[in-house]
């Protein structure tokens, strides 16, 4: 049976053919759509304005890989599927009991260790990215035999028998230990220094990812925020985030908490419903060609409290202040510091009374990576480096307040790549 929802929406398409007009919006849309709210349908596409990351951007990632291995003294590096990987060499490969392995020599040429019933998989990859299967050594393995020893066989052809290999921080014990005992003059360190320096520097097409990103979200989060109701749930809420990222051409999403679970930095699994007078904290992101946003607001249907108002100014005056003290040279802790300084002298502790994390995290391909905004990092900032800036309160048993937003440091200074959100009630009150 036909709804009249469905039989009106019909109607006027058929009106509309007819008298030679576009069908409206709602009539043209997959039926699955035609139940999302208006804020939603009226959100166009951005997906046109991503470029993707080219093979000669992912040489010159190499390039100052070897520059920092140089540096690092290191003789090479070993990657396993993951966000490394796919950053040097567009190899797009999951963790698994089957070792495959890229190692990428200081110079010369470099090898890929793979099953050997993927090697063709694994020369279709290589292909896609600056490494090429021409370009590549490939060593393949049989299920009964020891991938460990072909990355050692690999290193001795190189001279590098008893060198310095980088082991990438996501890679397994299990391969990093394998590799150990099939070559016991092989000194394993961390690559961290190579990887973690290359990829927590942007280049101008990263920013431009990234700041599309953090807008796509930002935008999304408007939409959804439009479309709030009393008596929602949480996960009705979170729905209409997603489907606004998938209107505007990318998948993303929000974790949502209501009232005293917004305490809760990272939520509860409780089911929670969303009533005038409770605050919302909604957390989560997307990704524009593998770079991400990472985005916090926190809102509310109705009045605020006088306490909600001051825990939120409190909140807004600390990441102002993070981002005017994040600076070149100046040590990543100094803006956690400055975070610290402003919620302490609220009232609220100078420790992890309720401030209860770190000010920010490094981003780009990972939703955290390196380096961190916290106490104890003294890593001069550069320009170029990108992070969260994310100062939260939280009162358990009460509400928690968190705004985050994505900031960037310049040659001059710092800056966030969204608007600050103006106040609980309106925390969209400068869109993009």
């Known amino acids: 049976m036909i709804s009249r929802r469905n039989f009106l929406g019909a109607s006027a398409a058929t009106l509309a053919a007819a008298a030679g007009r576009p069908a409206p919006l709602e009539a043209q849309l997959p039926q699955q759509e035609r139940a999302l709210p208006p804020s939603i349908l009226a959100l166009q596409s951005m997906k046109d304005q991503a470029t993707p990351i080219t093979a000669e951007e992912r040489q010159a990632r190499i390039d100052r890989a070897r520059r920092l291995m140089r540096a690092n003294r290191l003789d ?86 008893s060198g310095r290999l980088g082991v990438e921080e996501t890679v397994w014990f299990a391969y990093s230990d394998g590799v150990a005992q099939a070559a016991p003059s092989l000194t394993l360190t961390s690559a961290t220094p190579v990887t973690a320096g290359c990829r927590g520097v942007k280049t101008a097409h990263e920013l431009d990812l990234m700041r599309l990103a953090g807008k796509v979200t930002f935008k999304a989060y408007e939409a959804a925020w439009k479309a709030l109701e009393e008596g929602m749930t949480q996960n009705r809420f979170a729905e209409l985030v997603s489907a606004a990222h998938q209107r505007l051409g990318f998948s993303g999403s929000a974790g949502v908490q209501v009232g005293e679970y917004s305490a809760l930095p990272h939520g509860s699994v409780t089911p929670q419903v969303i009533r005038e007078g409770a605050i919302l904290l909604i957390d989560g992101g997307c990704s524009v060609e593998g770079f991400h946003s990472d985005l916090s607001r926190t809102f509310l249907l109705g009045k605020p409290t006088d306490r909600m108002q001051q825990v939120f100014d409190v909140v807004h005056r600390a990441q102002t202040a993070a981002v005017r003290t994040a600076a070149p040279g100046v040590p990543a802790q100094s803006v956690d510091r400055a975070a610290r300084q402003v919620i302490g002298d609220a009232g609220f502790g100078y420790d992890y009374e309720h401030f209860t994390h770190r000010v920010g995290h490094g981003l780009g391909m990972d939703g955290h990576e390196w380096p961190y905004l916290v106490r104890g990092n003294t890593m001069p900032l550069a320009p170029g480096m990108t992070f969260s800036d994310e100062p939260g309160v939280y009162l358990r048993g009460e509400f928690g307040v968190r705004l985050e937003d994505d900031m960037v440091v310049t040659e001059n200074g710092a800056e966030l790549m969204t608007p600050q959100s103006p106040s609980l009630e309106d925390p969209f009150g400068n869109p993009v």
């Open 76 to 161: 090479a590096i070993m990657l396993t599927g993951g966000t490394s990987t796919v950053y040097f060499t567009n190899v797009r490969w999951w963790l698994s009991e089957r070792l495959f392995a890229v190692i990428l020599p200081i110079e010369g040429r470099p090898f890929v260790v793979t099953p050997a019933f993927e090697e063709e998989r694994a020369r279709e990859q290589l292909d896609t990215g600056p490494l090429g299967s021409a370009n590549t050594d490939i060593l393949t393995w049989q299920e009964d035999e020891s991938p460990h020893a072909l990355i050692a066989d690999g290193l001795r052809a190189r001279g590098l028998a």
